[in-house]
């Protein structure tokens, strides 16, 4: 693929904005032009470039007049609301940084009068959850013919509900399906506001979102599905071995063991070995002695500061301790409903897992693995959404058809 930057991490996270573009999340042109502005390995410098965007992209949608042009003020405003989470993604490195909070605040309110100006305005839900609440969007899907079958769409390790909008969820609507977004303990807005850190028993999460899509009349209560994006390929599935209301569960893409891709590939083998060896004082001398260096890896100082804030640790024993629980080991046998489990053929974070799943979990599983000749190898099939959605919708609707 054409890189869009030296920085492999850089040229993904451009092209992973670039692929909200088919579902109304960004603009082509404006996004490869503050590109053009970002340096490798400066953090600061992509937070800049997409800050400006942003800036830019809600002045223009606030000169709109959103009762004479509705659907030109929904899209600035769209887009204005991706390039503020864009903003904020690479400055977790300092978990007191304000701007981590007036950013959020900036894409949530841009993402909510686009919300007011669709057609059927989505409602944003807080739902009690045990010892913390779920931070939820509806969508409802034109019901005038029935109850539909509805998605429930969850981000991973990084990103946001709004993001999931337009990645699957304008996709789903069009479909006719409802659509719920949401974000448990870990995830940007529940992180934010109730200082929760990941958990693993993602039951706890899924099932009070369930809970309330069975009390809804456009919800037809048979056909409910789960799907996980990144890091919720392994959150769905797990939440599927204990919440058996749903109907099918989709995993993009699978994982089966967290801690085993970080071991293996993501992080270095001396920081493994000295966890395993149980020296947290090493573990952590090590990684704050790499982390200010120049030449570190975007990529792993991304992973060890994103890390930090969304588990709400304070250092890279405790992270990995919590990463170790994520996995679905011992949990096959009670998984009842169909799983779609996607591969990207050249994931560079979860490599391998997908097949795990598919093995463990046997005939249940369907493994959909998408390739580079089909611009779909990237982590997630970042940029390939028509692609993607293609094939879990298509086979979403036959899993609930059966």
Known sequence: MLPLSSDGTFHFEILRILALARYNGADIGEVLEAAEHIEPGNMESFHDAFADLASRVLAQAERINAEAHPISARDAYFR?????????????????????????????????????????????????ADGFNVHGIFFRADHRSGPKPTLILGNGFDGAQEEMLHVVGFAALERGYNVILYEGPGQPTVR????????????????????????????????????????????SVRAAAFEHRLAAVIAIDGIWDVYKSFAESLLPAEWIASFEAGDATGLNFQIDEFRPKADTPTTLRWIIDQGLWAFNVEDANGLLNGIKKMTLEGLESQIQCPVYVGDAADDHFFKGQPGWVKRNIGEKATLATLTAAEGAGHHCHIGAAVTMNQRLLDWFNEAISD
């Open 80 to 128: 204005a609301s991706s390039y503020f989470r864009s903003a904020d993604f690479f400055i977790h490195g300092n978990p007191i940084d304000p701007r981590i909070n007036s950013l959020w605040t900036q894409q949530t309110l841009a993402f909510d009068k686009a919300i007011a100006l669709l057609p059927i305005p989505g409602e944003r839900l807080i739902l009690q």
């Open 192 to 235: 934010r506001k109730q200082d929760r850190g990941f958990i693993h028993d993602w039951e706890k999460v899924v099932t009070p979102v369930v809970d309330y899509l069975i009390q809804q009349p456009e919800v037809d209560t048979t056909r409910i599905g789960l799907l996980g994006y990144s890091l919720g390929g392994y959150l």
